[in-house]
């Protein structure tokens, strides 16, 4: 039995991203959270054929606190997205750091034990604000806080399929990303790819450059083409879905993975090594893990990087640092949910 619960399931990410949870075999239950319309989606989705019984909750009456009750894994895609000329910073003071907070109580409340994964934005700096309310409450474990980058993993991948000019589902490239998740943070290690990209693009400074450039602000390409209309929705639902089986599969399938996600480096995490390898104490990177039965079963060497990965790794650093502060020092003056 696996209870799988979403928090702000009525957006745009929510909706597909529930639809897709509903379709996981792993998922017996699912709950759907939003402060609208959450009682309609779960409707819907409810009159699919798969195994998953679906509920849905509204703020009144403890709602998210009911939505979460002894959820294994919650995934959190609740706040608001981007319009053209806003970065993903501006998200945080606007409503989003706010609304994880609120999140991050219920969550230590109901499921305490629960896997967790932020998709809501700023990730570099939502992520820090999730921990510390779970600190605060005593329930943090950093092996079960995830921000989900993996959506930068599967943009690599069907970006370097298009540069080499083969099909992505054919060539089937796999780009570790590591950093974090906003512009210059974003560092996909092209030198590791499986299988390797052909040396002759990796050496073609301005092929290298124009790619890099693609998945770092691959989110920017999606905000503009929608106009106003927010940012990425379903390839994001796609991203998050499949880090979810990836979770649940290791917790619960008894299947180990590899991949890379947005974690907590600090005390007791196992992360020393990797900041060794990082050059610096940040507390929060986007590294390699293995998941296991409880989560982060260990934090992985990042591998070696090469002389233009080396470059890149400075400027995400630098810009790391005070979006990780910001999240850990936020002042929760919630909304009422
Ligand atoms: N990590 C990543 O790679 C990505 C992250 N995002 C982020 O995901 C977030 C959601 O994006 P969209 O789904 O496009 O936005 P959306 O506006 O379509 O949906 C957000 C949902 O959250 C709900 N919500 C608002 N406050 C809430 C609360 N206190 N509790 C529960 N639900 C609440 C809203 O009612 C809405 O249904 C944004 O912050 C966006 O920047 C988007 C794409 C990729
Ligand atoms: O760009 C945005 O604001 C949404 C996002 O995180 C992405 O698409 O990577």
Not at 81 to 103: E, Q, S, W, Y
Not at 208 to 236: C, H, P
Not at 252 to 273: E, M, N, R
Not at 305 to 323: H, I, M, N, T
């Amino acid at each position: 039995m696996v209870k799988a619960c979403v928090c702000g399931a009525a957006g745009g990410i929510g909706q597909p991203l529930s639809l897709l949870l509903k379709l996981n075999p792993l998922v017996t239950e699912l709950a759907l959270y939003d402060v609208v319309n959450a009682l309609g989606v779960a409707a819907d989705l409810s009159h699919i054929a798969s195994p998953a019984q679906v509920t849905g909750y509204l703020p009144p009456d403890n709602g998210a606190e009911r939505a979460l009750e002894g959820s294994d894994i919650v995934i959190i895609p609740a706040g608001v997205p981007r319009k053209p000329g806003m970065t993903r910073d501006d998200l945080f003071v606007c409503i989003n750091a706010g609304i994880c907070a609120t999140l991050a109580q219920a969550i230590a409340t109901a499921c305490p034990k629960a896997f967790i994964l932020v998709i809501s934005n700023p990730v570099n700096s939502t992520v820090p604000v999730f921990a510390e309310v779970l600190k605060k409450a005593g329930v943090f474990d950093p092996k079960k806080l995830f921000g989900v980058t993996h959506l930068d993993i599967v943009r690599a991948s069907t970006f370097v399929s298009a540069v080499v000019g083969k099909p992505a589902e054919a060539s089937g490239y796999t780009v570790p990303v590591i950093g974090g998740h906003a512009g210059v943070t974003i560092l996909p290690l092209l030198s590791q790819s499986k299988p390797a990209i052909p040396s002759d693009i990796l050496a073609d400074k301005e092929k290298r450059d124009a790619l890099v450039y693609r998945i770092q602000f691959g989110g920017d390409e999606v905000v503009k083409a929608k106009d106003g209309a927010g940012s990425a929705t379903l390839s994001m639902a796609q991203a998050g879905a499949e880090f979810a089986k990836f979770v649940l599969e290791a917790a619960f399938g008894g299947k180990s993975k590899v991949v890379q996600a947005y974690v907590y480096l600090g005390a007791d995490s196992g992360g020393a090594a990797v900041q060794k390898e990082i050059g610096t104490e940040l507390e929060y990177f986007s590294v390699p893990i293995e998941l296991g039965s409880s989560g982060i079963e260990k934090i992985l060497s990042l591998g070696k990087l090469d002389e233009y990965e080396q470059g890149l790794l400075g400027a995400a650093v630098k810009e790391l640092g005070p979006s990780i502060e910001k999240g850990a020092t936020f002042q929760p003056s919630p909304p009422k949910l």
